[in-house]
C-alpha cells in the first residue's frame, strides 16, 4: 500500500530517538498521546516558534574538518525542512524528534546580538570570522520577524568584526544594505547552496526553502553588489540530484559566483531513517540504488561519523564525483573548494563594542 504523504514538509514523520530514550517515555493517559498513532500526523502542521534566552551565543569547535572555530546560530530548528539536514539530531537533546518537530517546533534566541556584544567585549576575546548558518539556517521564514541576523550583522558592521553566512533563502537580500558595507571592508562572504535546479525535486527535499532560481538571482544581486559569494552545490545526493552538478556549476560562473563546492550526503543518526523513510515514500523505484552508492562512498555504512573522513567520501562514485565537480568549476572559470571555503577575511579592523554606554577611547 502507497505511504501517504505529508506535504509541504520534508520529514514524513515524528520518529522519536532511541539514544536517549525518548522512546520509553510512559504516556501520561492524555488522550493526544494515543492520537497520532490512531490517525497518523495532523492533516496540516502548524509551525510554532518558542523564544529562549541562553547565557552564551558564540560556540566554539575544534574540528579538523571545517574552516571556522566559532559560530552563532539564532535559531534551533528549520522551517526550511531540508530532509537531509545533518542538523536534525540535535533536536533530540530536548527530547523533540528530529523529524517533524524538528521542521515546526522552532527556537528563537531574541537575545543574541547582545549576547554576541558582551562576548566581544571580554578584554580576553581575539577576533576570528563567525559562521552563521553552520546548524540551522539564519533566513528561515521566521528571520522576517525576529531579525535577529539583521541584529548581528549591525554588530558585526559596528565593531568590524569578520562574518560568513550560509544560506539556502534569498532572504539574505534583505540584509544587502549590511553586506555591501561588510564587504567593502572585507569582513563577510555569503555562501549559498543550490541543490538542484528542479523545482518540483527541491520542494520534495527542502519544501519551505527559496526555489532554486531564486538563489541563483540571490547570487547574482549578490555578486553584482560586490559581495563575495560562493556557491555550494551541497549535499550531493546520488542519482537524485548529482545530475544538476555541471549546470549548477555553469550557472554559478555565469552571474558572478567566485567559487563553488560540494559535499557529499552525510547522513548522521536519525536522519538517516528519515532520508531512507523519504526514499521509500517519493523514489521507491530507486531507493536501493541511492543508498547502495551512499554506502559505496562511506566505507559500506549509512554514515562515516569520524573526523578527517566525513567530508572525504572515498571509492568510485566519489572519484567520479569529484571529477565531475573539478572539471566543471574549470569550466566555468571557478575557484573549487571540495567542501566549505576557506574565506580570507580581515581580522585587524576589530575594535571591541560600548558597552554601557562607554565610549570608545579611538
Known sequence: MERKKIRGRGAQSSAVP??????QREADG?????????????????????EEHPRTILSFNQSPDIPFDRSVNAYRGCEHGCVYCYARPTHAYHDLSPGLDFETKLFAKPDAAKLLRDTLAKPKYRPRWIAMGTNTDPYQPIEARYRI??????????TRHPVTITTKSDRVLADLDLLEELAKRNLTAISISVTTLDPRLSSLLEPRASAPRKRLAAIKQLAAAGVPTHCSVSPIIPAITDEFMEEIIAK????????????????????????????DVHYPDRAGKVMSIVRSIRGGKD??????TRMKPKGVWADLFRSRFHLACK???????????????????FRKPEIGGQMRLL
Not at 532511541?18 to 522512546?23: A, M, T, V
Not at 541576523?149 to 559596528?158: F, N
Not at 560562473?253 to 523513510?277: C, D, K
Open 18 to 23: 532511541e539514544r536517549f530514550g525518548l522512546d
Open 30 to 50: 492524555d488522550w493526544r498521546d494515543a492520537m497520532e498513532a490512531l490517525d497518523g500526523p495532523p492533516v496540516k502542521l502548524r509551525t510554532t516558534v518558542t
Open 149 to 158: 541576523t539583521r541584529d548581528i550583522l549591525k554588530l558585526c558592521l559596528d
Open 252 to 279: 554559478a560562473g555565469q552571474i558572478g559566483a567566485r567559487s563553488a563546492g560540494w559535499i557529499p550526503l552525510r547522513l548522521p543518526h536519525e536522519v538517516a531513517p528519515l532520508f531512507r523513510e523519504w526514499l
Open 303 to 308: 554514515n562515516d561519523p569520524n573526523f578527517r
Open 331 to 349: 569550466r566555468a572559470g571557478l575557484i573549487s573548494h571540495d567542501n566549505d571555503p576557506k574565506f580570507q577575511l580581515d581580522c585587524s579592523q
